[in-house]
């Protein structure tokens, strides 16, 4: 596979229950900056598990974890340490 058509992976990603945000790296005209996408997890009438976009009332809990886990090294208003990665993660945070 050449170095074009290898697909992107995220820098990291936080789960909590069936959510899961990941951190992508992307770069702009002044460096480096992130973006954040978010899923929740569930397992098809075919039984593969799929991910999806919309969250009922229940997720919102896991939901918040796994944003505030994020939004914690970005709280320092630094969009990158020295060697281009992302913020710490701020760390005790608890699944639910």
């Not at 969250?55 to 970005?74: E, M, P, W």
Request: with cysteine.
């Amino acid at each position: 596979m050449a170095p074009q058509d290898k697909k992107p992976t995220p820098v990291i990603t936080l789960r909590c229950s069936r959510i899961k945000a990941s951190v992508w790296k992307n770069e702009g005209m002044n460096g480096p900056f992130y973006n954040v996408t978010v899923a929740r997890s569930y397992k098809g009438q075919d039984g593969v598990w799929k991910n999806s976009d919309s969250f009922g009332v229940a997720d919102l809990d896991a939901l918040i974890v796994v944003a505030n886990r994020r939004h914690a090294g970005s709280r320092r208003g630094r969009t990158a340490d020295r060697h281009g990665k992302p913020p710490a993660l701020a760390l005790g945070a608890s699944c639910i």
